[in-house]
């Protein structure tokens, strides 16, 4: 989800943007099959603000705004943010893919969240080749060249949304 609100955020939108958190359908890739995701507890809380939803981890507003960017647009974004794995096809995924239905490798992952902590900026992981007690850590490579995935600001609303107990309370008490 964050890295689905995080696009939103390049796309124009801010943490002020209101989203329907309220019983919805949505068209998958099989004729007459709709989609219909839930919230976790089933409970819809109507209107809500990006910040508001991203906080307390809603369901449904992130696949109304995964619908509105397009799974194809998201399919983009992850695979610039380093994750390999997505090789299928946009109706492969389908909308669930904003709430984490598509395997990801734990490294390619934490590195993709690591933008969020650098203002927008991605280093690749590095393993740890040895340790020397005279030098300290000797990366296996050398390579270590950062690349921006996202705005500062888009990184900053992120960080400042997840690292906020008063907008998660609501829902996490």
């Given at each position: 989800?964050?890295?689905?609100?995080?696009?939103?955020?390049?796309?124009?939108?801010?943490?002020?943007?209101?989203?329907?958190?309220?019983?919805?359908?949505?068209?998958?890739?099989?004729?007459?099959?709709?989609?219909?995701?839930?919230?976790?507890?089933?409970?819809?809380?109507?209107?809500?603000?990006?910040r508001k939803a991203l906080a307390g981890s809603?369901?449904?507003?992130?696949?109304?705004?995964?619908?509105?960017?397009?799974?194809?647009?998201?399919?983009?974004?992850?695979?610039?943010?380093?994750?390999?794995?997505?090789?299928?096809?946009?109706?492969?995924?389908?909308?669930?893919?904003?709430?984490?239905?598509?395997?990801?490798?734990?490294?390619?992952?934490?590195?993709?969240?690591?933008?969020?902590?650098?203002?927008?900026?991605?280093?690749?992981?590095?393993?740890?080749?040895?340790?020397?007690?005279?030098?300290?850590?000797?990366?296996?490579?050398?390579?270590?060249?950062?690349?921006?995935?996202?705005?500062?600001?888009?990184?900053?609303?992120?960080?400042?949304?997840?690292?906020?107990?008063?907008?998660?309370?609501?829902?996490?008490?």
């Amino acid at each position: 989800k964050p890295l689905t609100y995080a696009l939103a955020f390049e796309e124009g939108r801010s943490p002020a943007t209101v989203l329907p958190d309220v019983p919805s359908s949505f068209p998958t890739a099989e004729d007459g099959v709709v989609y219909s995701p839930r919230n976790y507890d089933g409970e819809y809380r109507g209107p809500l603000l990006i910040r508001k939803a991203l906080a307390g981890s809603e369901n449904v507003p992130a696949v109304a705004l995964a619908s509105e960017l397009g799974v194809p647009t998201l399919l983009r974004f992850f695979r610039q943010a380093r994750l390999s794995t997505f090789d299928k096809t946009a109706a492969y995924y389908g909308l669930g893919i904003t709430l984490g239905n598509a395997e990801v490798q734990l490294a390619e992952l934490t590195a993709a969240y690591s933008i969020f902590a650098r203002g927008g900026m991605m280093l690749a992981p590095s393993a740890i080749r040895k340790v020397d007690r005279g030098n300290g850590l000797q990366p296996a490579s050398s390579s270590h060249v950062a690349t921006r995935v996202v705005s500062a600001r888009s990184a900053f609303w992120i960080t400042d949304i997840l690292s906020d107990p008063e907008a998660r309370e609501y829902i996490f008490g």
